[in-house]
């Protein structure tokens, strides 16, 4: 059957979903506020457990591997000697926060999802199965979570610390050249310098175009019963999107201002693989080409860069 065309048929269905809509929506969020602590707890504890308990055989293994290695040279053995303790120390914290912060969005946001896909197609009760739904699953999901992460840090961990160890296939080790890495980190300080004020400029001043661009597909879908406005239930989901679209072009111009720090920094990777500096101040220009161009592309503007796209090979 051909999906309804017009503003008004559109908006009617708008309106005669919306109550069913809302009434899932609050089911789900109730359901996510019971479990959300005990699926906090849960996780929290569970990884918890687990990282402490594995933390000091992580640390003594990891020295031991890297001195056994036979894949790292002796002065890069002593670079990770002294700089290892670092993310040593940091693992706990960022494990034990990663897993209060995952559990807890896990714990709310699973039971709202499972609550929505309880009226999908294939239920055969969906009264029962819309207050059924997402609770014993986030309680099984959360332990299954646990285990997981159980065997990364055990197996996975000791898999690849004795591949560490082993001989590389073609006899040869990795080793740091120490001559390149001043010229390395100039060029990351220079190219960030350089590269997130540019980038944030461009974002900013595309911006505007993604908002109302966005806007337009959004309304076109909407008047056409076309894209997310295809399927009923999906409507409420898209009229929100419509909604928070100006948050998404904000989260898009925040991502690209974080993303330029990464940039900026690769120009010291580029410095120290092609052991040329020229290579990097040549990388700080190609770099804001390179997103400019590919925020043309993504916004569907003018091809190419008002900046000029150096090569990264010699002359």
């Not at 309804?4 to 996510?32: A, D, E, H, M, Q």
Request: with cysteine; charged share 10%.
């Amino acid at each position: 059957m051909e999906p309804p065309r017009g503003v008004l048929s559109s908006i009617w269905n708008f309106i005669c979903f919306l109550p069913y809509f809302i009434g899932l929506l609050l089911l789900g969020t109730i359901k996510g506020i019971i479990f959300c602590p005990l699926i906090c707890l849960t996780m929290t504890f569970g990884n918890l457990a687990i990282i402490l308990g594995l933390w000091p055989v992580h640390c003594v293994w990891t020295y031991y591997s890297i001195f056994c290695s036979k894949q790292l040279g002796p002065i890069l053995k002593l670079v990770l000697f002294v700089c290892m303790p670092i993310p040593l120390i940091i693992w706990p914290v960022v494990g034990i926060v990663g897993s209060i912060v995952g559990g807890a969005a896990f714990g709310f946001l699973s039971p709202i999802y499972a609550t929505f896909d309880a009226v999908g197609e294939g239920k055969s009760n969906e009264f029962f199965h819309c207050f059924y739904d997402g609770t014993w699953s986030t309680i099984k999901g959360s332990f299954t979570t646990i285990r997981d992460f159980a065997d990364v840090c055990f197996h996975s961990y000791f898999s690849y610390m004795a591949d560490l160890r082993q001989e590389s296939p073609d006899g040869k080790y990795h080793e740091i050249r120490l001559l390149h890495i001043p010229g390395a980190v100039i060029a990351g300080v220079l190219c960030f310098l350089v590269d997130m004020p540019m980038i944030s400029l461009i974002a900013l001043y595309k911006s505007p175009y993604m908002l109302f661009k966005g806007w337009h597909r959004l309304f076109h879908d909407l008047i056409g019963r076309e894209g997310p406005f295809l399927e009923t239930i999906c409507v409420p989901f898209a009229g929100l999107a419509i909604i928070l679209w100006p948050l998404a072009v904000a989260g898009a111009v925040l991502g690209s201002i974080a993303s330029s720090i990464f940039l900026g920094a690769y120009a010291g990777v580029v410095v120290y693989q092609e052991s040329s500096f020229w290579m990097g101040l040549r990388y700080i220009v190609a770099s804001i080409s390179i997103y400019d161009e590919y925020s043309n592309d993504i916004l569907d503007m003018r091809e190419g860069s008002c900046f000029p796209r150096f090569t990264l090979g010699h002359f």
